[in-house]
């Protein structure tokens, strides 16, 4: 029994002494910073964002958004248990479906445009299908494995979605079979949001372990741990090109991780930002990143040089989510205040 406990305590060592060697090869190679880097880069003019549209239809909180591929509808959940899908160009309400759960978190539109998802308290990922014949949307799905909320849900296509939940795993769905195909587990703690890559092949969670990691979907691994934060990270989102993300916190920190260099390349903090932050997302370019705040704000942060562009305030309660439309012509925040605003 002994010898047993001397190989533990033997191969704890020598994984300190891996892990050591693996930070002092990777800060020989750190060789300069994406803030150094970029300081020939011509600073970015003042943003002027303004408010286009205000979408005026839930009756209590809003906690998730998500933009269609069409870049012109958009999926909003609240906590008043409707989902409402939006023609954000005319304000219209194209669908308003009533959800058997009102505590819904997170929802989701699939890429082409016939389905949209959501979940939460309930622990179950609901699919609608918006292209019946019948007229009234309803359920066609109800996706049940996790034993924790649902935090985020991501299509990859009508078949396939990928979700997130407070029982630190995630999972990749069949939707026709109605089953779970594969399980992430790796995160200490809730995993509260992830982000699909551009190729469909890699993901990204962010979780109450203050950890954000990198999946592998045809190998079922996690590849990469990414730290630093001090506190949950509440949104992740990957960087347009899909070789890096960002990441937001209740730290009051956005941070933005290469997976090519494995390593934090910059933080966007300010002085003056004390609350945490609830969601994430980037233009289409990259060069800049919006992200939602506790104090009722949307701050737009240059991405290589680490400074705060503009400040966006209308909203008069928390700004729980916010979304970049695929053409990158507009931003939508949601927030607690029971409205969405479409700012370009």
Same mark, same amino acid.
């Given at each position: 029994?002994?010898?047993?406990?001397?190989?533990?305590?033997?191969?704890?060592? /020598?994984?300190?002494?891996?892990?050591?060697?693996?930070?002092?090869?990777?800060?020989?190679?750190?060789?300069?910073?994406?803030?150094?880097?970029?300081?020939?880069?011509?600073?970015?003019?003042?943003?002027?964002?303004?408010?286009?549209?205000?979408?005026?239809?839930?009756?209590?909180?809003?906690?998730?958004?998500?933009?269609? /591929?069409?870049?012109?509808?958009?999926?909003?959940?609240?906590?008043?248990?409707?989902?409402?899908?939006?023609?954000? #160009?005319?304000?219209?309400?194209?669908?308003?479906?009533?959800?058997?759960?009102?505590?819904?978190?997170?929802?989701?539109?699939?890429?082409?445009?016939?389905?949209?998802?959501?979940?939460?308290?309930?622990?179950?990922? =609901?699919?609608?299908?918006?292209?019946?014949?019948? %007229?009234?949307?309803?359920?066609?799905?109800?996706?049940? $494995?996790?034993?924790?909320?649902?935090?985020?849900?991501? #299509?990859? =296509?009508?078949?396939?979605?990928?979700?997130?939940? +407070?029982?630190?795993? *995630?999972?990749?769905?069949?939707?026709?079979?109605?089953?779970?195909?594969?399980?992430?587990?790796?995160?200490?703690?809730?995993?509260? @949001?992830?982000?699909?890559?551009?190729?469909?092949?890699? #993901?990204?969670?962010?979780?109450?372990?203050?950890?954000?990691?990198?999946?592998?979907?045809? !190998?079922?691994?996690?590849?990469?741990?990414?730290?630093?934060?001090? @506190?949950?990270?509440?949104?992740?989102?990957?960087?347009?090109?899909?070789? $890096? #993300?960002?990441?937001?916190?209740?730290? $009051? =920190?956005?941070?933005?991780?290469?997976?090519?260099?494995?390593?934090?390349?910059?933080?966007?903090?300010?002085?003056?930002?004390? *609350? %945490?932050?609830?969601?994430?997302?980037? @233009?289409?370019? +990259?060069?800049?990143?919006?992200?939602?705040?506790?104090?009722?704000?949307?701050?737009?942060?240059?991405?290589?040089?680490?400074?705060?562009?503009?400040?966006? !305030?209308?909203?008069?309660?928390?700004?729980?989510?916010?979304?970049?439309?695929?053409?990158?012509?507009?931003?939508?925040? +949601? !927030?607690?205040? =029971?409205?969405?605003?479409?700012?370009?």
């Amino acid at each position: 029994m002994s010898d047993i406990g001397e190989r533990i305590v033997a191969a704890k060592r /020598e994984a300190e002494q891996l892990k050591e060697r693996i930070k002092s090869t990777r800060e020989k190679l750190a060789d300069t910073t994406l803030r150094r880097t970029a300081e020939k880069v011509p600073a970015l003019p003042k943003v002027s964002m303004k408010v286009r549209r205000t979408l005026k239809g839930h009756l209590a909180k809003i906690y998730a958004m998500h933009w269609a /591929e069409d870049e012109r509808h958009l999926v909003s959940a609240s906590q008043d248990g409707k989902l409402i899908v939006w023609d954000a #160009f005319s304000t219209n309400k194209i669908h308003a479906i009533p959800l058997r759960s009102s505590w819904v978190m997170t929802c989701a539109y699939a890429p082409s445009g016939n389905y949209v998802a959501c979940g939460g308290l309930d622990n179950l990922c =609901s699919i609608y299908n918006l292209r019946t014949k019948e %007229g009234a949307v309803k359920v066609a799905r109800e996706l049940s $494995a996790h034993t924790g909320y649902l935090s985020c849900c991501r #299509f990859i =296509s009508d078949r396939q979605i990928l979700t997130s939940s +407070g029982d630190m795993s *995630c999972m990749l769905w069949d939707i026709d079979a109605g089953v779970k195909i594969m399980e992430f587990n790796d995160h200490t703690g809730d995993v509260m @949001s992830l982000s699909l890559s551009p190729n469909k092949n890699i #993901f990204v969670s962010g979780a109450c372990d203050m950890t954000a990691k990198v999946w592998d979907i045809r !190998s079922g691994r996690c590849v990469q741990t990414f730290t630093g934060h001090e @506190s949950d990270i509440n949104a992740v989102q990957f960087f347009p090109n899909g070789d $890096a #993300f960002g990441t937001g916190s209740d730290d $009051a =920190s956005c941070r933005l991780f290469d997976l090519r260099a494995d390593s934090e390349l910059n933080q966007y903090t300010h002085d003056n930002i004390l *609350c %945490g932050i609830t969601s994430v997302g980037f @233009s289409h370019s +990259g060069r800049m990143l919006f992200a939602g705040y506790d104090d009722f704000n949307c701050n737009v942060w240059d991405v290589l040089k680490g400074t705060r562009v503009a400040t966006l !305030s209308s909203h008069d309660n928390r700004v729980s989510c916010l979304g970049v439309s695929s053409d990158g012509m507009a931003l939508a925040t +949601g !927030s607690w205040d =029971s409205l969405l605003k479409i700012w370009g």
